[in-house]
């Protein structure tokens, strides 16, 4: 199971209070249903994490992944909009 730095839930405790640490807390049960839904392995949390978690993964046929989690749903929803209208194009693979 992934663990979730202890910084990182102090954090959005910081900048969301009471609501912003619980959902942190709750970050390993949504990796777990992200992994079973998108079919990818977790393995372990990018170092200095501020205000979204970021995670190395590796799909099933083996290609490195990075799941981003954000509490600021809104923001969020913005990024997928504009990357789905890239289709791919201008991203940076590594």
Request: positive net charge.
């Amino acid at each position: 199971m992934i663990m979730i730095p202890d910084t990182f839930i102090v954090r959005m405790n910081e900048l969301h209070g009471k609501q912003g640490a619980a959902w942190a807390e709750a970050l390993p049960g949504l990796i777990n249903d992200c992994a079973r839904r998108f079919d990818f392995s977790p393995e372990a949390p990018f170092s200095n994490l501020s205000y979204n978690f970021l995670l190395r993964a590796k799909r099933s046929d083996g290609k490195p992944v990075v799941l981003k989690s954000s509490f600021m749903k809104g923001k969020l929803s913005r990024e997928i909009s504009v990357l789905r209208a890239y289709e791919g194009r201008g991203r940076l693979m590594c």
